[in-house]
C-alpha cells in the first residue's frame, strides 16, 4: 500500500558563531526548532509516518479461500459459483473478490464482448491471451483474468480498491494519484469496493450492488440469463 510522503524540510542555516566556524550551534535554534528536531528523529526511529494517505486506510485483504460465495452476487455469477471458487483457490484469491470482478465485467456472460475488445467473463483485452487460445473458453479466460487480478493486489499490496483500479485501468495506475484516473476506472472502484465489502462480510444483501445493477448491469445481466439459460 502506498505510503504517504513525508517531506523533509531543509532547516539549515547559513550563520556565523562567534568563532567563525560557521556551523551552526543547536543553541541558537529556537525551542520550537528543537522540539520539531526530536520529533521528527523520533518519528523516523520508530518507523511512524507522519502524514497518512487516505490509501492507507482503504481496506485490505489477505489471499485467503472461503468455502462458498457470497449471495449477495446475482444468479448470473452464482451460476459459476463453483468455478469461481476453483479459479479463485488456483490464483490464491478471494473468491468474494474475484466474484465481484465478474459481477462488474460481464455479470457471469462467457461471450460477452467490449467496444474496447475486450472478451468473455473476465472481459481480457486480447494480448494478455497466448497463441491459440480461445478466450471465449471460460477457464482459459478465467485463468487470463484472475492471474491479472492477483498481479494487480500484489502490487496494491492486497489494497482492493488499488487492486480493483488496477485491474480496470492498468496496474500502472496503482502507483498514480486517483485524480489521474479514468472516469471509467473510478467508477470500477466506486462499485467493486463497497460491494466487495459487503460480500467478505457476510452481509445477505448489497445497496452498492443493487445501484449498479439499475445504472448498468440490468442489460449485461439479462443478456447473460439468456445465454447461459436461467430466463
Known amino acids: 500500500m502506498p505510503r504517504a510522503r513525508t517531506y523533509n524540510q531543509d532547516i539549515r542555516q547559513t550563520a556565523a558563531t562567534a568563532d567563525g566556524s560557521g556551523c551552526l550551534s543547536l543553541y541558537s535554534l529556537p525551542l520550537f526548532a528543537i522540539i520539531l528536531i526530536t520529533c521528527?528523529?523520533?518519528?523516523?526511529?520508530?518507523?511512524?509516518?507522519?502524514?497518512?494517505?487516505?490509501?492507507?486506510?482503504?481496506?485490505?485483504?489477505?489471499?485467503?479461500?472461503?468455502?462458498?460465495?457470497?449471495?449477495?452476487?446475482?444468479?448470473?455469477?452464482?451460476?459459476?459459483?463453483?468455478?469461481?471458487?476453483?479459479?479463485?483457490?488456483?490464483s490464491s484469491l478471494d473468491p468474494n473478490l474475484v466474484a465481484v470482478v465478474m459481477q462488474i465485467e460481464?455479470?457471469?456472460?462467457?461471450f460477452a464482448r467490449s467496444s474496447a475488445g475486450a472478451m468473455g467473463l473476465f472481459q481480457v483485452m486480447p494480448f494478455h491471451f497466448q497463441t491459440g487460445e480461445n478466450p471465449f473458453e471460460t477457464n482459459t479466460n478465467a485463468l487470463r483474468g484472475t492471474n491479472y487480478l492477483a498481479r494487480s493486489m500484489d502490487t496494491a499490496r492486497g489494497n482492493v480498491r488499488?487492486?480493483?483500479?488496477?485491474?480496470?485501468?492498468?496496474?500502472?495506475?496503482?502507483?498514480?494519484?486517483?485524480?489521474?484516473?479514468?472516469?471509467?476506472?473510478?467508477?470500477?472502484?466506486?462499485?467493486?469496493?463497497?460491494?466487495?465489502?459487503?460480500?467478505?462480510?457476510?452481509?445477505?444483501?448489497?445497496?452498492?450492488?443493487?445501484?449498479?445493477?439499475?445504472?448498468?448491469?440490468?442489460?449485461?445481466?439479462?443478456?447473460?440469463?439468456?445465454?447461459?439459460?436461467?430466463?
Open 106 to 110: 460481464s455479470c457471469g456472460d462467457p
Open 162 to 231: 488499488l487492486a480493483l483500479a488496477g485491474y480496470n485501468g492498468g496496474i500502472g495506475v496503482i502507483s498514480r494519484g486517483e485524480w489521474t484516473w479514468s472516469a471509467q476506472t473510478l467508477r470500477y472502484v466506486y462499485y467493486g469496493a463497497p460491494i466487495y465489502e459487503d460480500a467478505r462480510s457476510g452481509a445477505t444483501s448489497s445497496a452498492k450492488l443493487d445501484e449498479w445493477y439499475r445504472k448498468y448491469g440490468a442489460g449485461l445481466c439479462r443478456q447473460a440469463s439468456q445465454r447461459l439459460g436461467i430466463e
Open 40 to 90: 521528527l528523529i523520533t518519528a523516523l526511529a520508530f518507523n511512524t509516518p507522519i502524514v497518512t494517505s487516505a490509501a492507507s486506510s482503504s481496506q485490505t485483504v489477505s489471499n485467503t479461500s472461503t468455502s462458498r460465495l457470497s449471495p449477495i452476487f446475482t444468479r448470473e455469477v452464482q451460476y459459476w459459483a463453483d468455478d469461481i471458487l476453483r479459479w479463485a483457490n488456483a
